[in-house]
T-cell receptor
Framework: GESVGLHLPTLSVQEGDNSIINCAYS??????FIWYKQESGKGPQFIID?????DKRQGQRVTVLLNKTVKHLSLQIAATQPGDSAVYFC???????????FGTGTSLTVIP | DAGITQSPRHKVTETGTPVTLRCHQT?????MYWYRQDPGHGLRLIHY???????DKGEVSDGYSVSRSKTEDFLLTLESATSSQTSVYFC?????????????FGSGTQLSVL
């Protein structure tokens, strides 16, 4: 999974399969997390968020899981489509003001 | 992109020249941010604003200044551009400073300093 400072990991999945993208966050005091999708040449797009008092949250075709014990966040995409091909990264808010900390991202490629 | 417009979208400049990037929002959000995105790094905060004429530094503020004279506009200035400032710059907005406030981004400005 991604973490600050690592080279961009990649994930290739077949169209229709489920995708799981992982993120290891750094601060055990972080209260809020966001997953973003970034397509080539575009800005980050909000996908889904989760607060630290939850361990799972579902959206449309996406689910975010939070494991505070091991400081791990995952994004699951159901029935992955070619339009899901992008870089996905997580952001954590350690509740120290306006600062979000961002992971470097995972590049997802969907194979038709 | 959540009513955020960045200009220019692309800019090529020479070392030592001043450069100003503009962010314009139509959401009337109080908080605005400038981030830079570089390979191998997550987005890093340069400066942010919590109201008209109210700004503060982020983690990578050296070599940058900002101004906010209107709620909708947030300017980022490189007084004397250097090659290390070649990057993609993103503007972001949030409605309030709360921990659980979502952050929305513009489309970015690709800046190349030669």
């Amino acid at each position: 999974g991604e973490s600050v400072g690592l080279h961009l990991p990649t994930l290739s999945v077949q169209e229709g399969d489920n995708s799981i993208i992982n993120c290891a966050y750094s601060n055990s005091a972080s209260d809020y997390f966001i997953w973003y999708k970034q397509e080539s040449g575009k800005g980050p797009q909000f996908i889904i968020d989760i607060r630290s008092n939850m361990d799972k949250r579902q959206g449309q075709r996406v689910t975010v899981l939070l494991n505070k014990t091991v400081k791990h966040l995952s994004l699951q995409i159901a029935a992955t489509q070619p339009g899901d091909s992008a870089v996905y990264f997580c952001a954590e808010n350690p509740n120290t003001g306006n600062q979000f900390y961002f992971g470097t991202g995972t590049s997802l490629t969907v194979i038709p | 992109d959540a009513g955020i417009t960045q200009s220019p979208r692309h800019k090529v400049t020479e070392t030592g020249t001043p450069v100003t990037l503009r962010c314009h929002q139509t959401e009337n959000h109080r908080y605005m941010y400038w981030y830079r995105q570089d390979p191998g790094h997550g987005l890093r905060l340069i400066h942010y604003s919590y109201g008209v004429k109210d700004t503060d530094k982020g983690e990578v503020s050296d070599g940058y200044s900002v101004s906010r004279s209107k709620t909708e506009d947030f300017l980022l200035t490189l007084e004397s551009a250097t090659s290390s400032q070649t990057s993609v710059y993103f503007c972001a907005i949030s409605e309030s400073p709360g921990v659980f406030e979502k952050l929305f981004f513009g489309s970015g400005t690709q800046l190349s300093v030669l």
